[in-house]
């Protein structure tokens, strides 16, 4: 992340920190055989899992399902499984936790375009990750496929 990027997102955060002392966040890992779904933000660099803010009323598995529908186009069609809680304590933020889900059950909801905030968006064999995935997705794939030790942060 270069400089702009770590204060925008900086910035972002603070103010949002100011309405709500911690963010609660969600991600998804859609499973199928041995490839994850990933995306690539606009806005900050690598490959990651779906995901977003839990918005007031929301539940978590209701924010994650929103979430992944708005940045993959993708809807779930069964129970996910709640992997983890994770503490996002990165150089940006230390108030942010991050709910992580697994979906193995889900249909294509409508042909995802790139747009400002997703610039890209793939299935990928976990053993032929792109290039640039961020620290946590790495952790995530292999606690999920290698039966890594968990971890209690998300992963910087």
């Known amino acids: 992340m270069n400089r702009w990027q770590r204060l925008r997102a900086k910035v ?12 609660l966040g969600t991600r998804v890992m859609l499973v199928d055989g041995e490839k994850v779904f990933l995306i690539r933000h606009s806005y ?10 839990v918005e007031p009323g929301e539940t978590l598995e209701l924010a994650a399902q929103r979430e992944l529908l708005e940045e993959s186009g993708y809807r779930v069609t069964a129970p996910m499984q709640l992997f983890g809680m994770y503490h996002n304590n990165s150089p940006i933020t230390d108030r942010d936790h991050v709910a992580f889900f697994v979906a193995r059950a889900f249909e294509q909801a409508f042909e995802f ?23 946590a997705t790495s952790q995530r794939i292999d606690e999920y496929f290698d039966d890594a030790p968990k971890r209690d942060v998300w992963g910087y």
């Not at 949002?16 to 963010?23: A, D, E, Q, S, V």
């Not at 660099?45 to 803010?53: A, D, I, L, V, Y």
């Not at 375009?113 to 620290?135: C, H, M, Y």
């Open 44 to 53: 900050i660099p690598g490959w990651q899992f779906p995901g977003g803010g």
């Open 113 to 135: 375009k790139p747009n400002l905030e997703i610039a890209e968006i793939g299935w990928f064999d976990r053993s032929a990750l792109p290039q640039k995935v961020t620290p």
């Open 12 to 23: 972002y955060l603070n103010l949002m920190g100011l309405k709500r002392r911690m963010t």
